[in-house]
């Protein structure tokens, strides 16, 4: 498939606001691939594909969760987390995509988690900075993301969290593994 089928198959499924936010999102994965070395085609499909099951059903996505025995701690957190990991199977089962990296981009895009591949530190880093969003902060982010992909997804990784506990919500266990990750590898660079 080519760009416009794939955006055309996502158009239906998500409201206008959030099908230019991945139309954001894409630009903004591209540009990074090319800026890192990375395979533009690989990011855009995954860019394209990453929000693919932001408002499908709750309960549809919890089944899925069980059916295809994925990771059972989803059950129960919402849309935000139960998307990337439904995406993915979307994506493989709608969609044919069987690369891993891309699958692994689009699963963990709102959690991270360790040992992140370039690919899926650029899907999750262009979700958050992409051109449409809105945040204090999200200019620092931008600039960063033109020097170190590990420093601008760390920075990403901090702000998901900080904002997590501002507003009091829990964060999924991923996410603090990830974080952990991120320290860890800062802590070994110097």
């Given at each position: 498939m080519e760009r416009e089928q794939y955006l055309a198959a996502i158009k239906p499924?998500?409201?206008?606001?959030?099908?230019i936010h991945t139309i954001g999102v894409m630009e903004t994965a591209i540009e990074l691939a090319k800026f890192y070395g990375e395979d533009e085609k690989?990011?855009?499909i995954a860019a394209i594909l990453h929000d693919i099951a932001k408002y499908a059903d709750i309960e549809w996505m919890e089944q899925i969760v069980l059916d295809e025995k994925l990771d059972a701690r989803l059950i129960g957190w919402g849309s935000e987390l139960l998307h990337g990991p439904v995406g993915?199977?979307?994506?493989?089962?709608?969609?044919?995509?069987?690369?891993?990296?891309?699958?692994?981009?689009?699963?963990?895009?709102?959690?991270?988690?360790?040992?992140?591949?370039?690919?899926?530190?650029?899907?999750?880093?262009?979700?958050?900075?992409?051109?449409?969003?809105?945040?204090?902060?999200?200019?620092?982010?931008r600039k960063k993301a033109?020097?170190?992909?590990?420093?601008v997804m760390s920075a990403?990784?901090?702000h998901t969290l900080g904002f997590l506990i501002d507003t009091k919500q829990p964060?999924?266990?991923?996410?603090?593994?990830?974080?952990n990750d991120m320290m860890k590898r800062e802590d070994s660079e110097g």
């Amino acid at each position: 498939m080519e760009r416009e089928q794939y955006l055309a198959a996502i158009k239906p499924r998500m409201p206008e606001k959030r099908y230019i936010h991945t139309i954001g999102v894409m630009e903004t994965a591209i540009e990074l691939a090319k800026f890192y070395g990375e395979d533009e085609k690989k990011a855009e499909i995954a860019a394209i594909l990453h929000d693919i099951a932001k408002y499908a059903d709750i309960e549809w996505m919890e089944q899925i969760v069980l059916d295809e025995k994925l990771d059972a701690r989803l059950i129960g957190w919402g849309s935000e987390l139960l998307h990337g990991p439904v995406g993915a199977y979307i994506a493989e089962s709608e969609f044919g995509i069987v690369d891993e990296d891309m699958l692994n981009a689009i699963r963990f895009h709102t959690t991270g988690r360790v040992g992140m591949s370039r690919l899926e530190k650029i899907i999750f880093v262009a979700d958050m900075i992409e051109p449409n969003r809105k945040f204090d902060g999200v200019d620092r982010l931008r600039k960063k993301a033109k020097k170190s992909l590990d420093k601008v997804m760390s920075a990403c990784v901090r702000h998901t969290l900080g904002f997590l506990i501002d507003t009091k919500q829990p964060i999924y266990p991923l996410s603090i593994e990830c974080y952990n990750d991120m320290m860890k590898r800062e802590d070994s660079e110097g």
